[in-house]
């Protein structure tokens, strides 16, 4: 997991974050704080020092809160299947198939920012 820097925020208000994100999203903000000229540190140093700040990763990726909850679900969701048999076993109607195809009807689909 991809740190995230506490933000302090002196006259106005920050919406809860995670402490952590994965690194794909991670990945996409660095991508926008490179092509915005961000330093030239690779990702991992980035990581290294702390990870990117909540006002950061509001500025570099607006919607990270949501594509980290969209990323959570989905790895509930992949749990839940592979606790009830291996994948690749063909279409079936267990309650891990299920609840993957109700969760792949509710999450939002997310542009690429880059």
Partial sequence: MFPIIPSYIRHGTIKPYPRF????TAEL???VYIRHGGSGQS???VA???GFGATEMDKFLPDWRERELAMRAWSVAIR?????HELGQGTCQCPGHKRVELLRKS??????PT
């Fill in 21 to 24: 994100i994965t690194w794909a």
């Fill in 29 to 31: 903000a660095y991508s």
């Fill in 43 to 45: 990702l991992e140093m």
């Fill in 48 to 50: 290294e020092r702390g």
């Fill in 80 to 84: 839940a299947l592979d606790s009830y």
């Fill in 107 to 112: 999450l939002p689909v997310f542009e690429d």
